[in-house]
Each structure stands twice: as structure tokens, then as C-alpha cells.
């Protein structure tokens, strides 16, 4: 209860002041973009095939080749299963992976390690630590990271046994999760990962494969929608800002929350 309260009270507090920031410096909003469709049709075609590709066969690619055939039973089978199986659920902008619910998902955590993940578009265009990097000063006195997303996380969420990332490429995310699986080869490896759906179909038997569970939430704003898109966004051509629409980014935080009241209760 003690914590409930301290969360809440922070939270207020990180909310209070990202609204004094705004008024005083505003950052770039995304643009609208609620009539674009989250994947081009066409787009879809060998998307999973696309993923594999992109994944395996391009620089770094090795350590997950690697990683399959040294568990042929465990990844490369599990990997093959999912391709013909249907390896994540989609409810509007959450994907369940290897979750059936939120609730299923929060049922999890003790005992798991987690890893929240940021997509690095998420970050405002006026970053002090730039764009296409996992760095994050997080500098509480500026005015830039008071708007920032990904300094409410840091500020609120302190745990040792989660990490918060920023992803700026997919081979990123996938060794975060290998070198997670290595260093707590007991535990099970939870995600909480906000991303654009493309990225979220690409590489869905990537996860089901390694056995990591959890929650994928799509991005709006401007978000890729296309291989080109994504290709560029890869090599961190990426102009627009993607951001949580609706009830996302409360849902986001409740779970931050839910975590640390699980942790502090075990
Ligand atoms: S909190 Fe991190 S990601 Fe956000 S603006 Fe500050 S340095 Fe950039």
C-alpha cells in the first residue's frame, strides 16, 4: 500500500511538471496519422520469411545462427513451429507473446526478470542524447526530458531485476534478449516492448523461438508501414516521432507499477 501510494505520488509529481515544461519549451509532437494503415497491403507478403532474412543473414546474424544450432530442440524447433503456427495474439494495439492477457502477463512476473523496451522513434527529435542510440541521459532538470517518455520510465521504475532499453535496431533487441537468457539462464525472461506492428510481425517467431514471453504494444504517429520504411528506420533515417495512443501509455505505466508492488511484495 506504502508503495502504491509512493508510485502515485511520483507520478503526479513527473506529471506536474512535464506540464510546466511544455508550456515553457515545448518538444515536436508527432504528426496525426489515425487513416494510415499500420502495414501497406503487399507489405505483408513473406513478412515472417522478410524477418528471418533480416535477421539471420546480415551482419551479427552468426550469434543467432549460432544460438539455434547449439539448441536445435529448444530454438530451432520451437522456431519452426511458430512459423506455421500463429506465434502472437493480437487485441487492438496489444500482441501477446506466449500471454493470452494482460492479467496472464502480470501473473508471470514473480520470479522473472524483465526487459522494457523503447523504440528509439519514440524519442523526441529534440533528444540531448540523439535519436538512432540506446544512450539516454535522462537528465531530470532538462526541460526536454521532463516531456520524455522514456525519462517518466526511468524516473518512476527502479528495479533490479528489470532493464529499461531504447532500441535502435532489431539485432539490438534480439542480442539484449540473448545476453538477458545468458546471464539468467534460471529465470524467465518477460518483455514489455512498445514497436510499430510490422516490426512485431517481422520477428514474432524470433521470440516464440528463445522462449521469452510477454507484450508487444504498436506505436502511432510515424510509425513504418513499409520495408523501405523499416530498412531506412534500421540505419536511423527516421524523421518522425512515433508516441502510445489512447489508454496505452496508462496501461504501459500501470504495468511498470504492477511490477514493482509484485517485486516489493516477494
Ligand atoms: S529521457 Fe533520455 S531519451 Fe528522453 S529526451 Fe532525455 S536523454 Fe532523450
Known sequence: MKQEICWKESEACWDKQAVIAKKTCPIQEHAST???LFIVPGEQRFLRLRGATWLFFRKGGFRFIRHFLFHPFSCLFRYLRAFVKKSCEQQD???????????????LFEDSILLVGFSYCQKPLECPSKRFTSDCAADFSSLICQQCIIGKAKYLFKSDRA???????????ANTLLDLKGRFP???IL???ATCE?????F???AAALGVQGIGIRLHGRFCNTQTAFKLSERGIKPGRTSFEGDAETQFFSLLQEWILTKFQT
Open 191 to 193: 518483455f514489455l516492448i
Open 186 to 188: 534460471s529465470r524467465r
Open 163 to 173: 532493464f529499461i532499453t531504447i532500441i535502435p535496431t532489431v539485432k539490438d533487441i
Open 34 to 36: 489515425s487513416k494510415v
Open 204 to 206: 514474432a517467431e524470433f
Open 198 to 202: 510490422l516490426a512485431m510481425r517481422m
Open 93 to 107: 494495439d496489444y500482441f501477446f507473446y506466449g500471454t493470452t492477457s494482460v492479467k496472464h502477463f502480470i501473473n
